[in-house]
Nanobody, 124 residues
């Protein structure tokens, strides 16, 4: 499965961005999907994940209530709606695919495929 993330950019604090991740070369609907972020020199951080059919989701506490993960299996696309952006949200965001159980979704090691990442910068 190839994953292509897009939608990043420069946004002011309090603004919104929507990231997209388009999958190709595999059956998107058979994978649980996740978003991670990683700043230079820091460990990769879990952001959110969603089940194959979109019925189950988990979101990291630091973004809960601001970020919403969703998917459209008919379009082979994963989304991350990012609202009320803060400067500390500035980093590279990557999408990833997994077949692991929900209890493991926060662990980057259970994701088989990764997109290349898209840069999000929150600054005035």
């Amino acid at each position: 499965v190839q994953l292509q993330a897009s939608g990043g950019g420069l946004e002011q604090p309090g603004g919104s961005l929507r990231l997209s991740c388009v999958a190709s070369g595999g059956t998107f609907s058979t994978y649980n999907m996740g978003w991670f972020r990683q700043a230079p020199g820091k460990e990769r951080e879990f952001v959110a994940a969603i089940s194959r059919n979109g019925g189950s989701k988990i979101t990291e506490d630091s973004v809960k209530g601001r970020f919403i993960i969703s998917r459209e299996n008919t379009r082979n696309t994963l989304y991350l709606q990012m609202n009320s952006l803060k400067p500390e949200d500035t980093t590279v965001y990557s999408c990833a695919a997994s077949r692991a159980v929900m209890s493991a979704w926060r662990n980057e090691d259970v994701y088989y495929y990764w997109g290349q990442g898209t840069q999000v910068t929150v600054s005035s």
